[in-house]
């Protein structure tokens, strides 16, 4: 038993916090699972909930009730793997399930590119790969696309078979790639770096090499197929998008600078990897003694080819072409190359990061087994897994789901922050609907994010979206004027972006924050009633008692409460 252990602690540390999560998720359930909304809850889930509901994923010229009806083309692909399982499966079981599944994809592509790259020293770091592998498949990373995060060692697997001439089968898996991986967020890098790898190597090898050609044509038309909803958006709808609108900040030179510096230690939001804590630490202080080495050895070609360096020269390009963005020479010289692309953010070039910082760790933990400092590896390994597990941010569900629990425990009383059922409040909203008669009118949401809406099979006038029509922005936008006209702040958000076509405030800025208590000082709705009827709408859903209702000729229905939500919904009628 005891050498049985000592051969399989590493999988026996991977089952056992698998296990550990299941349970938790398991036992708690949705009213004590606590997500991140942003991005998420707000708008992704929401979107599968809206195509489930309406039997929407394979539909074609449907209208889906959201932001006043939109074509079904704008939501995502059915051909991904996460639609897949949101399709067989109800929201929050599916969302749980993508969570263990892409933790999964990233462990076993890790082991496939160790084994690949290591070939018959494998055995000697074998728990090193299995664990990073698990790692990066643990880092809480922006949820709806994490497959196309975890896959990434996958793709590079992929590539090297191919090159290496291996078998049709990997081009076959190559075309099922874009399964796994979002166009919008990675499609067109991957093309662009395969095909500057295709340059470099056939410059190197002073010959064409032909299947990593192949690769990028049998990518991109893959891509092309499952994301063909997009693609007729793009070139067949004749209609400006909101992207032609949309306005991005002027940096100047210092403050790129500050992006580039910022985004190197912090990266974004959405793929929060968690490395300033561990993996950045390390990877600098390995920097400098592996080129201390190399200078000291008299090795200074070792400088530019040391594979450690090459990495973090990865990063560094990474995150330059993120500052540049808000270049404006660099912006619009981008989008007079490629006018369609108007409005994309080339600047996700940062989303290979956490991938490139968790494998300048390994690369380090390699070099420590190399150097019969295996003890020193295990030490650093456990370090990198602790830093993951225990450190809170935005998508990094399992300890936001620990933590609030524990501290409602701890202080008998309920946190500020909403699980998962009590954001959605399923029970509260079919109370609402039966009592009202609903039967698909459109609604509007106040105090609250208007997903809660969609999500219970309420038609509604607002929404989030990053991709829709300008006429329907345009148009909403006369709902909101007086709110627009009081707000600068607001005026700003929406004008120059737009993705949030939210009801504002006047004086409270980002009303809809999900929290536990909602009673702001200024209770008025700023609406323009008229141009709402005349979007359709008819039910304001608010979590506040709107003092200026007799104003708008806004009728009252009713107060809804119950027990198992946080919200007091009062519902109007217009």
Known sequence: MRDYFKKNWHFIIVIGILLAEFITFLCVGEMGTYIGVHDNLDIHITDYKLLRDNHAFFSHGQTIPLLGGIDRNFLLSEFYLYSLIHAALPTYTAYIAGHFIKILIALFSGILLGKDILKASYKKYDKAVVLFSFIYGLLPLYPAFSFSFSSIPLLVWLIRKIEGREGKLYYVLLFLYPTLSYFTFFGPFILGYIFIYFIYRSIVSKRISLPLLSSVFILAASYILIEYRLFLIIFTSGQATIRDTMVVDNATLPEILSTIGDVFVNNMFHCDDLHRFFALPVTIAAFFVINFLHIKNKELKQLIKDPFNLVLLFILFNCTVYGLYNSYFVRTLFEKIVPPLKGWQFNRTLFFNPFLWYLEVFIVIKRLIDDKKKKFAVTLTAFTLISVLCVQSLYNDFFNTLYVNAWQLVKHEKSETLSYGEFFSEDLFTEIKKDIGYSGEYSIA??????????????????????????????????????LNESKEARKYYDEWGARAYIFSGS?????????????????LLIDTSSMKALGGKYIFSRIEISNAKELNASLIGKYKNDSSPYSIWVYEI
């Open 508 to 524: 409270v800025e980002s009303i809809w924050n999900p929290e536990r208590t909602k009673d702001p000082d200024d209770k008025r």
């Open 446 to 483: 106040y105090g609250f994010h208007p997903a809660v809406l969609s999500y219970n099979s309420i038609s509604t006038l607002d929404g989030c979206l990053s991709y829709y029509y300008q006429s329907y922005k345009n148009s909403f936008r006369k709902v909101i004027e007086p709110a």
